[in-house]
Nanobody, 116 residues
Framework: QVQLVESGGGLVQPGGSLRLSCAAS????????MRWYRQAPGKERELVAT????????FYSDSVKGRFTISRDNAKNTVYLQMNSLKPDDTAVYYC?????????WGQGTQVTVSS
């Protein structure tokens, strides 16, 4: 049974940092690219970052490039999102995701709120 469990969200002031984690189980984690998405209130879910199965290749949306870093530890079946220089516009529920065949899997999400 596939499971993705996000953690690490919370309330942070503008300019602060958070590190999100997504613990994966139920599939061969090291063979799949992983993604972080986010969804702000009243907005569509958007792709934030992608990392290849080996971790050698990454992609970032323009809105987070230079501030966020995606990484993974295949020995721990975990993908991370280090978020620095956070802005109020980064406030959203953050989800990890992967695709296998025709199926898309999501975690339950973790809330990130950036506010003074």
């Amino acid at each position: 049974q596939v499971q993705l469990v996000e953690s690490g969200g919370g309330l942070v002031q503008p300019g602060g940092s958070l590190r999100l984690s997504c613990a994966a189980s139920g599939f061969t984690f090291s063979t799949y690219a992983m993604r972080w998405y986010r969804q702000a209130p009243g907005k569509e879910r958007e792709l934030v970052a992608t990392i290849s199965s080996s971790g050698d290749n990454t992609f970032y949306s323009d809105s987070v490039k230079g501030r966020f870093t995606i990484s993974r530890d295949n020995a721990k079946n975990t993908v991370y999102l280090q978020m620095n220089s956070l802005k109020p516009d980064d406030t959203a529920v953050y989800y990890c995701n992967f695709n296998r065949a025709r199926n898309t899997y999501w975690g339950q999400g973790t809330q990130v709120t950036v506010s003074s």
